[in-house]
């Protein structure tokens, strides 16, 4: 930040503008782009010094960029971290933090409410080095306690959950992680910093993909990591070495993201929660996922983690994949994507997208049925989005 070095002494909106911003010999307003592969020396000395580390500096930008390394350091100040590590993508992040604390032998427990993919990464890549795995319910807290074993390193959960919007009671679950010297590892993305600051809740770790609502565009892809000094310099060394990195380019664009973050999670909010509520009242809807509903069984644990309830509204329509296709479809405007997290609506079928390459068992013991809709609420005017998804409702 120009001139002061405090920015934990800023609120969050101060933060996600000037927070990292360090100016070139330019010295321009905006945040420049380091569109560079690598960086020149005066001579020689001056490279050996940098290459070692005993002079701080650029070398390579697989692992020191300047854009990128203004946007870890926004991210991390929102986030009320010490350190954040970028990557090219949120399963980038989260493969990143496997590399950096599993070995063979190694135990994780992870929650059945995840992203299809984050159930691969576990079960068919990391499953090969000789990680073994456990799938719990998020909310049995009971079967978290039972599932852990001397050699469990790492619990993993998304809270609100992919697509049904489940809660997770992060201070406990963090509890049961210390009590055997294991990590909480939270996936954030839903909620952003703006929303939710796992840290603060007794977290280690907290991974993001930026794609979704930190560039809130749809315009790059890119994840993060954020927690403490010492377990993200293990993170760093993978990134460095490994190479998921994230492009300046990239960097720069969640730069620009991070500045609008707040103005446009509250418009999300907003237009989430009249769209839940009034599809909670429609005929031709069995069930509504969004813990801003007061029966949503995460409500009062979402009122007291979050600051506000999230974009993402998940629906079961009465006549399985049939008439959940004909609502999609059906659509004029609202985009017809797997993504989330944009400005636009977007809309999708998770049992044949996101989640499509689960097993029957695991679509089932993860909630996703064939009815199941998941819509990323936008922050166009909210009757145009309701308007939109009852022109299906109507055909079914």
Not at 175 to 187: E, P, S
Not at 212 to 231: E, I, M, P, S
Not at 368 to 382: A, F, N, P, T, Y
Request: hydrophobic share 45%; glycine share 8%; proline share 3%.
């Amino acid at each position: 930040m120009h001139r002061q070095n405090d920015e934990l002494e800023y609120q969050l909106d101060t933060l996600a503008i000037r927070t990292g911003h360090t100016r070139s010999f330019e010295g321009e307003h905006a945040e420049p782009i380091f569109l560079t592969s690598s960086f020149v020396y005066e001579n020689a000395a001056e490279a050996a010094a940098k290459f070692s580390g005993e002079v701080a500096g650029n070398i390579y930008s697989r692992f020191t960029n300047p854009t990128v390394a203004m946007f870890e350091k926004r991210l991390a100040a929102m986030d009320g971290a010490e350190r954040a590590v970028a990557t090219s993508s949120g399963m980038g992040a989260i493969l990143s933090v496997c590399m950096a604390f599993l070995k063979a032998g190694d135990h994780v427990i992870c929650s059945r409410a995840v992203f299809g993919s984050i159930v691969a990464l576990f079960e068919k890549y990391i499953a090969k080095f000789g990680v073994d795995v456990t799938f719990v319910d998020l909310n049995d807290l009971d079967a978290w306690k039972n599932a852990m074993r001397p050699e469990t390193k790492i619990l993993f959960i998304e809270s609100p959950s992919n697509p049904l919007a489940e809660i997770a009671d992060i201070p406990a679950l963090a509890d049961i992680a210390h009590a055997q010297n294991a990590m909480l590892v939270v996936d954030n993305s839903f909620c952003t910093p703006v929303l939710q600051q796992p840290l603060k809740l007794g977290a280690d770790l907290v991974v993001y993909s930026a794609t979704k609502y930190l560039d809130g565009q749809g315009r790059a892809l890119g994840g993060a990591v954020t927690g403490n000094h010492k377990l993200l310099e293990e993170v760093f060394g993978v990134v460095r070495t490994l190479g998921p990195s994230m492009s300046p380019f990239n960097a720069w664009v969640f730069l620009k993201g991070l500045e609008t973050l707040r103005l446009r999670m509250k418009a999300h909010c907003e237009n989430a929660q009249q769209l839940a509520e009034w599809l909670n009242q429609h005929d031709k809807v069995e069930k509504v996922y969004y813990a801003g509903l007061p029966e949503h069984i995460g409500h009062e644990r979402a009122a007291k983690q979050q600051n506000g309830f999230g974009g993402i509204v998940s629906f079961v329509v009465k006549g399985g994949r049939e008439d959940a296709w004909k609502v999609i479809d059906n659509t004029q405007f609202i985009s017809i994507t797997g993504n989330l997290g944009d400005v636009k609506s977007t809309i999708t079928h998770p049992a044949t997208t996101t989640h499509g390459k689960l097993s029957p068992e695991a679509k089932q013991a993860a909630g996703i049925q064939e009815g199941l809709i998941r819509v990323s609420v936008g922050i166009e005017d909210i009757s145009d989005i309701i308007r939109d998804i009852e022109r299906g409702l109507a055909l079914i």
